[in-house]
C-alpha cells in the first residue's frame, strides 16, 4: 500500500516531511516545486528560537491552499480574507497557513492508495484511517507546549513529588496528574471546547458510548483513543465507514456511532477557525468560560 499523490500534491507532501529530513528538499526540486523548497531551505538555515514565518512568506500560495480547506465556511472570500488579516501575530498567521495546507493535501483531498493486485484502488476504511489520524496529528501540532516525560515531571521542583515514594499505588495520582497536565488528551479536549455549545451538542449526539458521560470530554477521550489504538495497535477505525449508524462494542461498553468522516471533517475544520480567532493556545483550560 501506498499515498500516490497528483504530482503537485507529492511535491507538498515532499516538502512537509523535508522540515525534518533534508533529502525530501531535494525531491520537491526534482518534481519542479522549487517555490516550496526554497521555503524549506530557508527554514533549515533559521535558529530554533527564531519564529517559523516560512508560510507567510509565501503568502500567496499557502493562503489559496488555506481557501480550498476552509473558505466554504465563510461567506465571500472577502470574508476569508479579513479573518485571515485578523489573526494576532505573523507567527499564529503562518502557522494557520501551514495548518490548513497540510490538513489540504494531507487530509481533505488525500486518499491512502493501494497498488495491490485484486484490490480496489481506495478502501475505505483505510483511508477513513488515515485520515482520521493526521486529523489528530494536526490538533496536537497546534500547541507549542513543550513535552515532557513522566520520569522529568517526577524530578521537577515544580511538581513537588514528596520522595521517597515507597508504594507503587502511590505512582497512580501522580501519573494521573501527569497526563492532565501534559497527555495529548489534553489539547484534544480543549480543542472541541473551543466550538460554540450548539456545536459541542451536535457532536457529542453523533457519538454515544452507553455507559459514559455524553460530555465533550468523554466523547474528546474517546475519539482520541480510536486514534490511539492505531498508532500503537494498529487498530483501523471502523466506525465511520459507510455512513448511517454503526453499533459496535468495546469490553461492556456499546458504542453507537452516527459519526461519518466527512462530519470529522467539518467539525475539525470549525474547531480551526475557532482555534485561530480568539488566538488561545491549545491546551489552555477553558472551563471558566463555558
Known amino acids: 500500500m501506498a499515498l500516490h499523490p497528483t504530482p503537485e500534491a507529492g511535491a507538498f507532501f ?3 516531511i523535508s522540515e525534518q529530513n533534508f533529502a525530501f528538499a531535494r525531491s520537491s526540486l526534482a518534481s519542479g516545486a522549487g517555490d516550496l523548497a526554497v521555503i524549506f531551505l530557508k527554514g533549515k538555515a533559521m535558529q530554533s528560537t527564531t519564529k517559523d514565518l516560512r508560510y507567510l512568506e509565501a503568502k500567496e500560495k499557502f493562503l489559496e ?3 480550498l480547506a476552509v473558505g466554504h465556511h465563510f461567506d465571500s472570500r472577502e470574508d476569508f480574507n479579513s479573518y485571515f488579516d485578523s489573526i494576532n501575530g505573523d507567527d499564529q498567521k503562518s502557522l494557520f497557513l501551514r495548518t490548513t495546507s497540510f490538513y489540504l493535501f494531507l487530509v481533505k483531498r488525500g486518499d491512502w492508495m493501494v497498488d495491490v493486485p485484486g484490490s480496489d484502488r481506495i ?15 494536526l490538533i496536537e501540532s497546534l500547541s507549542n507546549e513543550k513535552f515532557i516525560d513522566f520520569y ?8 513537588a513529588i514528596p520522595f521517597p515514594i515507597t508504594d507503587k499505588k502511590a505512582f497512580d495520582p501522580f ?17 472541541f471546547r473551543a466550538l460554540s455549545p450548539v456545536r459541542q451538542d451536535a ?15 468523554s466523547l474528546a477521550k474517546f475519539l482520541y483513543e480510536l486514534r490511539s ?5 494498529a487498530e ?32 475539525f475544520e470549525e474547531g480551526l477557525i475557532e482555534h485561530f480567532k480568539d488566538n488561545t493556545e491549545i491546551y489552555r483550560d477553558r472551563d471558566t468560560h463555558r
Open 229 to 233: 489504538k492505531f498508532v500503537h495497535e
Open 236 to 267: 483501523l477505525v471502523h466506525h465511520m465507514v459507510g455512513g448511517g449508524t454503526s453499533i459496535s462494542f468495546k469490553g461492556k461498553k456499546t458504542i453507537v456511532c452516527k459519526l461519518s468522516i466527512i462530519d470529522a471533517l467539518t467539525f
Open 14 to 16: 515532499a516538502f512537509a
Open 123 to 137: 478502501v475505505d476504511y483505510l483511508t477513513i484511517t488515515y485520515k482520521y489520524v493526521g486529523i489528530f496529528s
Open 175 to 191: 501519573y494521573e496528574r501527569y497526563k492532565t497536565d501534559y497527555g495529548s488528551i489534553k489539547k484534544c479536549i480543549a480543542f
Open 203 to 217: 457532536l457529542i449526539s453523533r457519538l454515544e458510548v452507553r455507559g459514559t458521560d455524553p460530555s465533550i470530554e
Open 65 to 67: 491552499y488555506a481557501f
Open 152 to 159: 522529568q515531571f517526577l524530578i521537577r521542583q515544580k511538581s
